[in-house]
């Protein structure tokens, strides 16, 4: 009797196409809210211990990106520290449960990354319950829509940049002290940041910023042996965009409809790539870029 093998699927229907369900959340968003229901589990890829003994902290983490890349982090060896808002509870341990039904360890540790305090916190709790850190992830991001650029007044422009950029800086001082050569830090832009984006002029402006930060900085970190990256996904069907205030619920059942491919992407479909620029098997001689995971949206090179 002969094997009846599946075809594979086109990467236009490898994934939920819109439109989806109108919905709408209140900020930060919940991924259990969400429907269709992200996938992040990545069913497809066979871990090979390309992340053994390696300890990560990923921000973010309680879902969409962040949840993905913690699994697939896990699934090739490594320990894992997830931070989140303390109203994301509920999502985080649904990660942890997925982190550990991979054999790994996962640490829940909720605060607010827009406190300095926090950010050193942070770093210094992972390495106290870990042992060490290897491997950050800087992920978390928060973004709101406006009709114009007069409705951006300063507190949400100083709310965007704290939580997207100015984070980011401190969690990189805190943690490279700790930091041995081998080591990767990994940073979720944005298309945006590339391309920039109608309604979306802060949000668009901390992503360039951390575009312009991970070459700058990729020379001085090389002297101490680490690596740094940033991958630039196109649209994701995360929490992030139906919890958008500036987003209807018609525009959200549109999401990522835009794309050369018709659909969003899922986060397990980003997560391989924060494995790749993890690496050093895969990406040792690596550093300083920004990897576009776009949907088939052409850009300059």
Not at 141 to 153: F, G, R, V, Y
Not at 223 to 228: H, Q
Request: charged fraction near 25%; charge should be neutral.
């Amino acid at each position: 009797m002969k094997s009846i093998k599946s075809k594979p699927l086109s990467p236009k229907n490898a994934g939920p196409r819109p439109p989806f369900p109108r919905q709408h959340q209140s900020a930060p968003g919940r991924e259990s809210e969400l429907d269709p229901k992200p996938r992040y589990k990545a069913p497809s890829y066979k871990g090979s211990g390309k992340l053994a003994q390696k300890c990560a902290l990923i921000t973010g983490a309680d879902s969409g990106i962040g949840r993905a890349v913690a699994v697939l982090f896990a699934r090739e060896g490594a320990d894992v520290a997830i931070s989140y808002l303390p109203e994301e509870e509920s999502d985080a341990k649904e990660t942890q449960a997925a982190v550990e039904a991979e054999g790994r360890t996962c640490i829940r540790i909720p605060g607010d990354l827009t406190r300095p305090a926090f950010c050193k916190k942070l770093v210094e709790e992972t390495v106290r319950r870990l042992g060490k850190l290897d491997l950050l992830v800087s992920n978390a991001a928060h973004q709101a829509t406006k009709a114009s650029i007069q409705e951006l007044d300063y507190s949400e422009l100083e709310w965007t940049y704290r939580t997207n950029f100015f984070a980011l800086v401190e969690l990189v001082k805190a943690a490279v002290p700790h930091l041995k050569p081998g080591s990767s830090i990994v940073v979720t832009s944005s298309e945006t940041g590339i391309l920039g984006k109608e309604g979306l002029p802060d949000y668009s402006s901390t992503k360039g910023a951390i575009n312009a930060f991970v070459k700058t900085l990729s020379g001085e970190l090389l002297e101490k042996g680490i690596r740094i990256n940033a991958v630039a996904p196109g649209p994701v069907w995360t929490p992030l965009n139906p919890s958008d205030s500036g987003r209807s619920a018609r525009e959200v059942s549109a999401f990522g409809s835009h794309t050369p491919m018709g659909r969003p992407a899922q986060p397990d479909e980003l997560s391989p790539a924060y494995v790749f620029l993890a690496s050093a098997a895969d990406a040792s001689y690596i550093t300083g870029i920004v990897l576009p995971v776009m949907g088939g949206e052409p850009i300059g090179g």
